[in-house]
Each structure stands twice: as C-alpha cells, then as structure tokens.
T-cell receptor
Framework: SAVISQKPSRDICQRGTSLTIQCQVD?????MFWYRQQPGQSLTLIAT?????????ESGFVIDKFPISRPNLTFSTLTVSNMSPEDSSIYLC????????????FGPGTRLTVL | AQKITQTQPGMFVQEKEAVTLDCTYD???????LFWYKQPSSGEMIFLIY??????QNATEGRYSLNFQKARKSANLVISASQLGDSAMYFC?????????????FGAGTTVTVRA
C-alpha cells in the first residue's frame, strides 16, 4: 500500500476565499487524483494530477476553480478558489500503486466547510 | 447511465453475523477491475478487496470475500463475522479498460450498522 497524508485535515473558510490542500505520498507513484465527496454523496473525480504539466479535468470541473499542481512524483496540491457554501465537501487525494491490481489508495481526506 | 449500482442505502446486521452488500456494474469492456472500499465516519477511504474481470476465483481478504458473477455483472461483498468496527459506508467501484487511465467510477454506497 501507500502512506498518504493530507493537510489540512479540516478547515472552516469564509466564502470568496481560497484554500490549498496538500497531498504527500511516501513513495513515488505514477498516478495521482483528486476527488470530491459532497455531504451524503459518493465520490466524484475532479482531475488527474499530471507531473510537470497541467492537470486533466473531468467534465464539470475547471482549472480556474480547482487549480492543481504536481511538481514531482510524491506531492500534489489542490486549490479550491473563490469558495462558496456549495464547495463544502471532503476532498480526497488518491494514488495508484502499479501492480497486479493497480489499486487506488486514498489519503485521509480534507473536510472543508464554507460559511 | 449509471456504471455502478448499489441498491441498498442502509443495512443493519447483528454482531458476529454475515452481511452481503450488493453491487452491479455496467461496462462493455472485457478488461476491468472491481474494488470495494470502506469509509468510516472519519472520512478516510480504506481499500478492502479487488476482483479482476479475468480472475477465475472469487477474491478473499480475511473476513471479506467478493461474490463475482460475471454473467450477471454483479460483484457483491460479503463480510463474515461482523464486528462493531465494521459499521461504516461501503463503496463499490470499477475501473474500466486498458491500463493507463486508472479512473474509478463509484456507486452511491451502502451504510452498514452493526448491532451488538
């Protein structure tokens, strides 16, 4: 498996502000992803974080709202910009360890509340 | 169309009994992978078990087993000898197609409550 840490673990923010979430992995991984889980909902993929290049966003998510960086193979950040209460969610970083099952492992999540 | 369907929003199970969580999937790919994750109230996603579409035997991991019925496109999770710590949300997920994508599609989840 992979050991993944996220900072912060939770935050309460005011609308209109931005928050940057960090994801650190204990070993080099090929793929890193960011997911959003709105209250009472399942997980939705925001984007694939590409090392050294622009992230690949899923339908409904744009770079201006969710800028992502991945400067190396073990670290990525997700920024939630110009926040509104609708952005209140758990944000999860995940990585793929290439192997028999190519299992995707998740970080502990960042619980964000926007007032 | 929904790729992963979990029809049970919530389930109650008595401690030490077994529980089966339903999952059906929809894909036209021949190669795919099926995963189950557990999400306690803390919010973390814990990987439980994996089944590949070409695996001939049902996957097992400790008290977790996967009842894979390919023709029916179902991948039900069986938790044996339930414990109070098994109370959580459980998600079924699928990865489709050839390697290089790794994206997962998740079901809506099933909440399991284990009673003492």
């Amino acid at each position: 498996s992979a050991v993944i840490s996220q900072k912060p673990s939770r935050d309460i923010c005011q609308r209109g502000t931005s928050l940057t979430i960090q994801c650190q992995v204990d070993s080099q991984v090929t793929m890193m992803f960011w997911y959003r889980q709105q209250p009472g909902q399942s997980l939705t993929l925001i984007a694939t974080a590409n090392q050294g290049s622009e992230a690949t966003y899923e339908s409904g998510f744009v770079i201006d709202k969710f800028p992502i960086s991945r400067p190396n193979l073990t670290f990525s950040t997700l920024t939630v910009s110009n926040m509104s209460p609708e952005d209140s969610s758990i944000y999860l970083c995940s990585v793929v360890k290439v192997g028999r099952s190519d299992t995707q492992y998740f970080g502990p999540g960042t619980r964000l509340t926007v007032l | 169309a929904q790729k992963i369907t979990q029809t049970q929003p919530g389930m109650f199970v008595q401690e030490k009994e077994a529980v089966t969580l339903d999952c059906t999937y929809d894909t036209s790919d021949q190669s795919y992978g099926l995963f189950w994750y557990k999400q306690p109230s803390s919010g973390e996603m814990i990987f439980l078990i994996y089944q590949g579409s070409y695996d001939e035997q049902n996957a097992t991991e400790g008290r977790y087993s996967l009842n894979f019925q390919k023709a029916r496109k179902s991948a039900n999770l069986v938790i044996s000898a339930s414990q109070l710590g098994d109370s959580a949300m459980y998600f079924c997920a699928m990865r489709e197609g050839v390697k290089g994508d790794y994206k997962l599609s998740f079901g809506a989840g099933t909440t399991v409550t284990v009673r003492a």
